[in-house]
């Protein structure tokens, strides 16, 4: 048998290794294309999975947080609705007992001028004024605070 392999050049030999070196190189490089083609897919639909349980976490709180301040903003809205209702009526009731009692013409009631003889009337009728002037002033700020407030929300 050695006779028989001494008669094949060593040129040959050469080639012959050449060529199975590069058969087993091609094999390791296809397997290793294969492994690589197995975990991209596997990254690929992982990627997917976890990308739908984001997409459902934040879909699940913006409608938290939707449901969250709608219910914010009906609170507020029936808050500023009471206390309009309030400043109203309260300076409808200011209005009315400076007009019964004190005479004030800068709250434009038609009542004559401050009863004589009254002790401390100017002082009532000041801080009547004083109250009055407050709560429409308290008015006008909710007013402004709840346009502006619906010019952010889009209402």
Not at 28 to 56: D, F, G, I, M, N
Not at 67 to 77: G, M, S, V, Y
Not at 90 to 95: D, I, P, S, V
């Amino acid at each position: 048998m050695g006779a028989l392999l001494a008669l094949v050049p060593f040129r040959d030999w050469l080639y012959a290794a050449a060529i199975i070196s590069l058969g087993l190189f091609a094999w390791h490089t296809y397997h290793k294309y294969e492994v690589a083609v197995a975990y991209a897919a596997t990254v690929k639909t992982e990627s997917a999975a976890t990308e739908a349980k984001a997409r459902a976490a934040i879909a699940a709180a913006d409608d938290y947080y939707a449901t969250t301040l709608k219910t914010i903003q009906e609170t507020a809205n029936v808050n500023i609705k009471v206390a309009q209702d309030q400043s109203t009526a309260l300076a409808g009731r200011l209005r009315q007992y400076a007009a019964d009692h004190c005479g004030n013409t800068v709250l434009g009631s038609s009542a004559s001028a401050t009863p004589t003889g009254a002790p401390g009337a100017s002082s009532v009728d000041e801080a009547v004024s004083g109250v009055i002037s407050a709560a429409a002033h308290d008015n006008a700020i909710v007013l402004a605070e709840r346009a502006e407030r619906d010019s952010l929300t889009g209402k």
